[in-house]
């Protein structure tokens, strides 16, 4: 049995210790928004945080995270929206969508760390994959996250 | 089964009373929705469903894969409707359903960008019916004449007393009339809705994790499976040892397909695990052998293949070239591609005796509910299919060969499956955009003039497996898209067509031919361009004199780009243009390139006479989208075939733009209003070849053959 904190709530798995969060999260405790893309931690469609830390959850295995935070899409704010989502719609930033968890996710982390990420910042961040293109409207909401409020 | 179509018809309104927000509750847990009845909403008419809180629900036919169906479909509708936008839902209209109501729908396919071009008259049609049908309920009910009563934002209203009735009051009572058979349209000045940035339905969930995609169907007892398919394609199963998996925890099953093996378990990963634990081997055919560059030198014998069909003729090219003062030659080559969606191929089936249901992302519904039933071989109307939401389309789910292997899989198994191909399965069997070899002489006279074009193309046939009826004589029409049509004054021309088929599948990638043949149609006039010693923007014009459309996308491009004003040091521009799926588009790119090849591309101005722009911020995304599959697939797009197999096999190295790459983008739309034209593929048309114009205009390279990384370029 291995324990591990899922959006502030402990969830005990009888899983193998090498299998990926990835599938934990999916398979077992049924929280699809995080998806699978490449299972080679490249392409960010899985990214999780733990500890606050954006991971590839398609290349973490259980027994790493075990007694550590992790934050899925489906916890990244626990009442309403999170600024992140807000931007991403207030810029219609999702075509197919399928990324786009892992991308507010990613995006999320990058602000945490840097509440004024310059362009630069974000193309060290951002390596999520979208192939539909949406990076333009990606970096947009970034930076209107990271406006300060009016007066 | 169901008794009637009428009983039917009642039990599907149930069905989208019940699920609310969509298709969603229906698929987290099939069976539920339909069991708990209706809350009471009224079908007006197919399109149409009106609950008592004056919620519109708007069915979508067409799949929904990022290009903005589920917003852009019902526009149409609501436009005539004259509902409130704000009430509007949109869900799925089920193919299961279709059947049953004689393809009430019309088509489902979702490909060509045809969704809006080839609806948009039937979806304002159906707007305008219920309209009509809610103002003569309202008009029964106050006992006037119709004809005194207006509907506008969700409202009737009779002029002269003033009363007022809510849509939602009156519907049951006008599902219950005639509909009107004649109605007629607004005029495009009277629209609200349509050519008004409207933001998408979709995207409040789709930010939120919340949105089912294929590969997120869950429901109790489903088991999951991974396959392994023939590496070589059109390889067989020689022999299976599933000892080793059978063994391994969670595995319930491995399963023998044609030409493929999966595991069947409790968890994806544990499937895939024991999968990579099977002993296979392959019967992999005649095709062990083949190469990347075998495939290149027999695709190039039908350049120079005495047996090749006529595709268009004009003049006398060969006339004309001898009397030319100069000419101009070149061959072109593009490699296969691979769609890549984020989301992989997937499908959820489930079999019991002779009912079949498959939850499944698929661009063409009725493809995926015939493909169900006769893979269990039973009869179409015992087939339920759900569609999910896309993760990516392009053309790859237009094709239903993973329905056909979930549906086998459960069949074995006797239980519900979700089967999904891993990322390395996804890359290495795809319908990839096929490999096209063209031969170009162009004949210039003394004065600059183009007087002769001889084109000669050899390339794979999409439709030899699709649709082989189409194909006329070993002409295929479609594979020359680009050509065929194109809009050049040439007064000799030959068009020839060589038809040359590997054994690696083909089918529709973004855009499809109009990809590979204006890289080379754009790509050589701008080369005889430069012969003529003209600058390519005013070479053009003067050829499409007697082509406005044309003309029109390329004057404003060139406007919109600044054509021909100065640029900075070390900063070059390229210009294409190419209409294509109904549409017109141009572009130019403005780029630098370093010494070591690093390209970056400051701007990219693309513009589009689509007819009518029904959501202009969701055209823009999808120029946008067009710019990034464009370029990705210029710079690096190239699957190689070794040993008979795609060598590619994951993200790292078949390689995509990331963020980083993404290049300023400027779309500049300049509708006509007279005709209805495609959005998610024209603007990629004319992007690769405006890109090895402007790589030439800055380095005086000439690409002819793609992608650009095999030619020292990078994006910087």
């Keep these: 049995m291995i324990t591990l904190n899922i959006n502030g709530r402990a969830h005990k798995l009888d899983v193998e210790p090498e299998m990926p969060l990835l599938w934990a999260l999916r398979d077992e405790l049924g929280l699809m928004g995080t998806k699978y893309g490449c299972g080679i931690a490249l392409c960010g469609a899985c990214t999780v945080h733990v500890d606050g830390e954006p991971v590839h959850s398609c290349s973490m295995p259980v027994s790493a995270v075990a007694g550590k935070r992790v934050v899925t899409i489906e916890g990244v704010s626990p009442r309403g929206l999170h600024p992140v989502q807000r931007a991403w719609i207030e810029h219609q930033v999702p075509q197919c969508g399928y990324c786009q968890s892992g991308q507010i996710m990613a995006a999320v982390a990058l602000l945490r760390k840097k509440p004024r990420p310059t362009d630069a910042d974000i193309d060290v961040a951002m390596t999520n994959i979208c192939r539909c293109g949406t990076y333009a409207r990606i970096r947009t909401a970034i930076h209107a996250v990271a406006k300060p409020a009016k007066a | 089964m169901r008794a009637s179509a009428n009983a039917s018809r009642r039990d599907f309104l149930k069905v989208s009373a019940a699920v609310g927000g969509g298709f969603a509750l229906e698929l987290a847990v099939p069976g539920l929705a339909r069991a708990q009845g209706g809350s009471g909403g009224a079908e007006v008419n197919a399109w149409v469903v009106i609950r008592p809180n004056d919620t519109v629900v708007i069915r979508v036919a067409r799949s929904e894969m990022g290009q903005g169906n589920f917003t852009g479909l019902p526009m149409l509708v609501a436009e005539e409707l004259e509902c409130e936008w704000n009430r509007v839902r949109a869900e799925y209209a089920p193919p299961h359903e279709h059947l049953r109501r004689n393809r009430v729908w019309g088509s489902m396919a979702t490909g060509g960008s045809r969704s809006t071009r080839d609806s948009h008259e039937y979806l304002r049609k159906a707007g305008a019916t219920a309209r009509e049908m809610l103002i003569a309920a309202a008009a029964q009910q106050w006992r006037v004449p119709a004809s005194e009563c207006r509907a506008a934002s969700s409202v009737i209203t009779h002029q002269r007393s003033g009363r007022r009735l809510r849509f939602g009051q009156v519907a049951e009572a006008a599902s219950k009339l005639p509909p009107p058979k004649d109605v007629k349209l607004k005029d495009p000045s009277e629209w609200k809705l349509i050519g008004k940035s409207q933001r998408r339905l979709d995207t409040p969930e789709k930010v939120t994790g919340k949105p089912v995609f294929g590969v997120d169907v869950r429901f109790p007892g489903l088991l999951h499976a991974s396959i392994a398919q023939s590496p070589v394609f059109k390889g067989k199963v020689k022999a299976v040892d599933g000892a080793a998996a059978r063994g391994m925890r969670g595995v319930v099953d491995v399963v023998q397909l044609d030409g493929a093996v999966a595991v069947v378990a409790d968890n994806w990963w544990r499937a895939n695990q024991a999968l990579k634990a099977l002993k296979i081997e392959w019967d992999e055919g005649p095709n062990g052998n083949v190469t990347s560059a075998s495939i290149k030198a027999f695709v190039r014998t039908g350049l120079t293949d005495p047996d090749a069909r006529v595709g268009r003729r004009q003049g006398d090219v060969e006339q004309g070239l001898a009397a030319a003062a100069k000419t101009v030659e070149a061959e072109y080559y593009a490699p296969f591609l691979n769609h890549a969606t984020m989301e992989p191929m997937n499908c959820t089936a489930w079999v019991r005796g002779d009912r079949v249901e498959i939850w499944v992302p698929t661009q063409n519904g009725e493809a995926a509910l015939a493909t169900a039933a006769s893979a269990a071989g039973v009869s179409e109307r015992s087939v339920e299919v759900h569609k999910t939401h896309l993760g990516g389309g392009f053309g790859r789910r237009g094709f239903q060969d993973y329905v056909r292997q979930a549906v086998h899989i459960s069949k074995a198994v006797g239980k519900p499956v979700k089967l999904m191909w891993s990322r390395e399965e996804d890359m290495q069997h795809g319908f990839y955009r096929p490999v096209t070899a063209t031969r170009m002489k162009a004949g210039l006279d003394a004065q600059g003039r183009l007087v002769a074009l001889h084109m000669r193309v050899a390339s794979q046939s999409i439709l030899a497996n699709v649709r082989p009826q189409d ?107 190419q209409d294509s799926h109904g549409s017109w588009a141009a572009t130019v790119i403005e780029l630098a390139v370093s010494a070591k090849g690093e390209v970056t591309v400051r701007r990219v101005v693309s513009a589009i006479n689509p007819g009518h722009v029904v959501n202009p911020d969701g055209c823009v995304a999808q120029v946008q989208s067009c710019v990034v599959y464009g370029l990705t697939a210029a710079f690096y797009g190239e699957c190689t075939v070794k040993n008979g197999r795609v060598e590619q096999s994951n993200f790292h190295d078949y390689r995509m733009m990331l963020i980083g790459d993404m290049p300023k983008v400027e779309a500049v739309f300049v509708p006509t209003g007279d005709f209805w034209g495609g959005m998610g593929e024209p603007p990629q048309a004319s992007i690769a070849p405006a890109l090895a114009n402007a790589i030439f205009a800055a380095t005086g390279k000439r690409i002819r053959e793609l992608p650009l990384k095999n030619h020292g370029f990078s994006i910087a």
Excluded: C
């Design chain 2, 471 to 577: 194909i006329k004589d070993g002409l295929d029409r479609h594979a020359l898209g680009g050509l065929i049509d194109s809009p050049y004054a040439v007064p000799n021309e030959l068009l020839e067509f060589a038809m040359r088929n590997t054994h690696v599948p083909v089918g529709f990638w973004r855009t499809v031919f109009h990809t590979q043949n204006p890289f080379f149609r754009e790509s050589f006039i701008d080369e005889v361009a430069h012969a003529a010693g003209r600058d390519p923007y005013e070479f053009r014009r003067e050829l499409l004199a007697s082509s406005p459309r044309n003309l029109g996308v390329l004057d404003a491009v060139a406007k919109a780009a600044g054509w021909g004003s100065p640029l900075p040091a070390g900063v070059h521009r390229g210009i294409a243009v």
